[in-house]
């Protein structure tokens, strides 16, 4: 998503210049392309080298640099760029870039391109407050730009308020949103399930699954970098999930089947890669079971009675109103890959099962690479090369992109 996007990246005289070096250079590292533009009084605070260092690209300070080329920089700076975000914005740049001055580098770009324009703004939080401030922000969010709300905490002059900068994977998530606006998913609503689910025993216990969530959180975040609306629908995992989408929390399999039935009313796509329990304790005890108690046995063994849980996907499979929904299963095995997986697209009607050998080194549950064969619903059998998750989930968009039912 960020590979080969040229970004440019104004940075306004606040003292959270120190957290923009941190997102320029985890932008660099995911391949873009950042030109990075500091106001005088952001030059005040940091040096541009600590940004060049970072971007591996000029800096720009000057509006009045020759480029000994037809056309001055801010306009080829602002003719490249995918977007213009301007971290930390200030009050004065605000001020400036909502009445279209163009009296520095930055706000000459502003006023040159036609990129979109994201804007986070830090600052004293009575200086935010300002109804002038406020109001200058309202005009800039009429023409199309996009505000990343300031966090609330300790600000610089010691007091509390809203002002703060958020943190680089906030500025991340709304940056990739931005520039996916466009993507092949956009107008698109996908739901991705992730996690394993925890069926209680009693108040305290559950039986579990391995499952980290990790692929099904690559899977939600790739949809969403590509424009899609998201809702991703979480069962057990310690990872926390990412933001830009709808997460909606369900720890056993049967809040999941409740929430996915919901979810893929209005959706384009599902794809299941929880793990989802298939069974659960028929009755989970009220109270926490203890040793030497009625619930054990005379010889103090333990009897748990399990019942299946429904398959989410073998359900919806028999929904003939869902027919239009392309539905993605995965298949964790460890032996017998092939002829289950087989036998699962077909029993589940999916249009695609990503199938793992979870026994195989580096892939499955709790890695961050996977090793996959698609199984697609016209028999083609493809195996993919051992990938990080996150490249997995393209390959997977990839393939379901053009099996998305047209647009009304
Ligand atoms: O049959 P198996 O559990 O191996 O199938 C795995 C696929 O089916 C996964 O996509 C999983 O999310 C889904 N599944 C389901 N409901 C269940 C169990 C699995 O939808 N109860």
């Not at 210049?17 to 030059?43: E, F, M, P, R």
């Amino acid at each position: 998503m960020l590979q080969g996007k040229r970004i440019v990246l104004g940075v306004c005289g606040g003292i959270a210049v120190y957290k923009v070096a941190d997102l320029t250079s985890k932008l660099q590292q995911a391949g873009a392309l950042v030109d990075v533009i500091l106001t005088a009084h952001a030059a005040e605070f940091v040096r541009p080298l600590t940004f060049s260092t970072v971007s591996h690209r000029p800096v720009y300070t000057d509006l009045w640099e020759p480029t000994g080329q037809a056309a001055a920089r801010h306009i080829e700076l602002g003719a490249a760029a995918d977007l213009l975000v301007v971290a930390p914005a200030t009050a004065n740049t605000i001020a400036r870039l909502a009445h279209g001055l163009a009296d520095d580098m930055l706000t000459a770009v502003a006023l040159s391109t036609m990129a979109p324009l994201l804007l986070a703004p830090a600052m004293e939080h009575h200086m935010y407050q300002h109804p002038a401030t406020q109001a200058n922000l309202r005009l800039l969010a009429e023409r199309g730009a996009t505000i990343i709300p300031p966090e609330t905490g300790h600000l610089a002059s010691g007091e509390i308020g809203a002002g703060r900068l958020p943190e680089t994977p906030v500025l991340l998530t709304h940056i990739r949103r931005l520039l996916g606006r466009d993507g092949d998913l956009a107008g698109r609503r996908v739901v991705v399930t992730a996690g394993g689910t925890q069926e209680p025993i009693d108040p305290v216990r559950y039986i579990g699954n391995r499952s980290s969530g990790l692929m099904g959180f690559a899977l939600a975040e790739e949809a969403r970098d590509r424009g899609a609306d998201v809702t991703l629908i979480v069962g057990a995992t310690n990872t926390p999930p990412p933001d830009g989408m709808r997460v909606l929390h369900t720890p056993t399999a049967l809040a999941m089947r409740d929430a996915v039935r919901e979810a893929v009313a209005q959706a384009d796509a599902l794809v299941m890669a929880a793990a989802v329990a298939d069974y659960r304790v028929s009755e989970p005890a009220t109270q926490k079971i203890k040793k030497g108690s009625a619930a054990e046995n005379a010889d103090g063994s333990l009897t748990l009675h399990l019942v299946r849980n429904p398959d989410i996907l073998a359900e919806l499979a028999e929904e003939r109103a869902l027919d239009g929904l392309v539905r993605v299963g995965f298949a964790a095995e460890t032996t017998d890959l092939e002829r289950n997986a087989t036998k699962k697209l077909k029993s589940k009607r999916l249009n695609l099962l990503v199938a793992n050998d979870v026994s195989k080194a580096g892939s499955g549950f709790g890695t961050i690479t996977n090793e996959v064969t698609l199984y697609h619903a016209d028999g083609r059998i493809e195996p993919l090369a051992l990938l990080p998750k996150t490249e997995v989930a393209a390959a997977i968009w990839d393939r379901i992109v053009p099996l998305l039912k047209h647009k009304t």
